[in-house]
């Protein structure tokens, strides 16, 4: 059995994942071996792909499940989930009040 792990992030940066942080997204997804996933309200796509991480349409604020099956698995989520910590490199920042909505 192929191991498989996952994790639920919030974005949280303002715009969501728009063209900037798609980029990085799918770039750093494809430093892994895993198969990777990000499932938003009922979708799922492969973060790979920016044009299907654009279609999703995430805003900031919401949130996303990461899975990854394969031998980076664990390594693939964190990694993903770290780069989402850092806000995709970008400096725009959610304020108290838009978190809490």
Known sequence: ME???QQ???IKNKYGLHI????????????????IQITYQGHT???KSIIELLTLGV???????VTATGEDCKEAVEGIGQLI???FGL???MTEDEEKH
């Open 20 to 35: 900037r942080p798609s980029t990085a997204l799918s770039k750093v997804s494809r430093n892994y071996k895993s198969e």
């Open 59 to 65: 805003g900031g604020g919401e949130q996303i499940l």
């Open 8 to 10: 639920f992030y919030k």
């Open 91 to 93: 400096s725009e920042e």
């Open 45 to 47: 796509i492969n973060p």
């Open 3 to 5: 191991k498989r792990y």
């Open 85 to 87: 910590a850092d806000r």
